[in-house]
């Protein structure tokens, strides 16, 4: 019932920056929970950022102060703004969505590669 879709990934200097674009269509996105996963070669699926409908915001200690997650309920999007990223960003980036009526949606996944 909810569909997300994915841009903003690609290579990238350390260093540099990324703004990582998340899509909803569907219902409920105002009342859901969204956030940014990733996954890195040989490690966990780990939580990078999350957003409530209260905006609310939660971040892991490996991207604090580097990165900002936020949303637009108008335009039904999500974004994550990546500063300053380093060779252990890179990972496949995944958004979520979360509510407590709704199965929780994943989105496609897009490449963050951040290398010299």
């Known amino acids: 019932q909810v569909n997300l879709v994915e841009s903003g990934g690609g290579l990238v200097q350390p260093g540099g920056s990324l703004r990582l674009s998340c899509v909803a269509s569907g219902s409920m996105f105002r009342s859901s929970t969204m956030g940014w996963y990733r996954r890195a070669p040989g490690k966990e699926r780990e939580l990078v950022a999350s957003?409530?409908?209260?905006?609310?915001?939660n971040y892991s200690d490996a991207v604090k102060g580097r990165f900002t997650i936020s949303r637009d309920n108008a335009k039904k999007t999500v974004e994550l703004q990546m500063n300053n990223l380093k060779p252990e960003d890179t990972a496949v980036y995944y958004c979520?969505?979360?509510?407590?009526?709704?199965?929780?949606?994943w989105g496609q996944g897009t490449q963050v590669t951040v290398s010299s």
């Open positions: 957003i409530t409908s209260d905006l609310t915001t």
């Open positions: 979520n969505f979360r509510h407590t009526f709704r199965n929780t949606v």
